[in-house]
């Protein structure tokens, strides 16, 4: 099956610094990945989708400033929470699309980085 | 209007009962529905997707499909309380465009 891995899956930082959460699908190229975060008891929110090679799309009031995202090769996606503050605290999941006739079909999510802000 | 509805439950059965969750969504283009399993501070898990009208069952899961009526639902049949979780149904809509609902909430009691 399409197994997708993050890295890392806890992390704590103080105020101010930055943190970068890589998503990777391990046995299947992913042209396009997902970002999602999710607050306690509450839904998923997409925050962008990032296509292999071009700039990522972000989702309406996600600052592509803040949240950078890279999508070096089929394999990888990175996301880099910038100036992370206590309001940054979340679960953060990124999801890759598996490829059939140019088109994705069903999303496998990896395991989640729990983001913890001082 | 959301694209995706789901009732945010929580929804309780006995266990071994039949579970019934349920799923609306807008884009009547919409070919692909799944459904996804949460357990609690753990990401999504894939349960079952559909494409054609019907019923679709894998093991004590199925999915129903009714594209007239937009709508999409999920039976557990034989309930256990690891089927404790919170539900997420998805739809592809035919803009390519993935769409969550935000989850129905599942207590099996033993």
């Known amino acids: 099956g399409a197994v997708v891995s993050q890295h890392p899956s806890w992390v704590i930082c103080k105020s101010g610094t930055s943190v970068k959460i890589e998503c990777r699908s391990l046995d299947f190229q992913a042209t396009t990945m997902f970002w999602y975060r999710q607050f306690p008891k509450q839904s998923l929110m997409l925050m962008a989708t990032?296509?292999?090679?071009?700039?990522?799309?972000?989702e309406q009031g996600v600052e592509k400033d803040k949240f950078l995202i890279n999508h070096a090769s089929l394999t990888l996606s990175t996301l880099t929470v910038t100036s992370a503050h206590p309001e940054d605290s979340s679960f953060y999941i990124c999801?890759?699309?598996?490829?059939?006739?140019?088109?994705?079909?069903?999303?496998?999510f990896g395991p989640g980085t729990r983001l913890t802000v001082l | 209007q959301k694209e995706v509805e789901q009732n945010s439950g929580p929804l309780s059965v006995p266990e071994g009962a039949i579970a019934s969750l349920n799923c609306t969504y807008s884009d009547r283009g919409s070919q692909s529905f799944f459904w996804y399993r949460q357990y609690s501070g753990k990401s999504p898990e894939l349960i079952m997707f559909?494409?054609?009208?019907g019923d679709k069952e894998d093991g004590r899961f199925t999915a129903q499909l009714n594209k007239a009526s937009q709508y999409v639902s999920l039976l557990i049949r034989d309930s256990q309380p690891s089927d404790s979780a919170t539900y997420l149904c998805a739809v592809k809509s035919a803009g390519n465009q993935f769409y969550f609902g935000t989850g129905t909430s599942l207590t099996v009691i033993p």
């Open positions: 990032s296509n292999e090679g071009s700039k990522a799309t972000y």
């Open positions: 559909i494409y054609s009208n």
């Open positions: 999801s890759a699309g598996t490829l059939a006739g140019g088109s994705y079909n069903e999303q496998f």
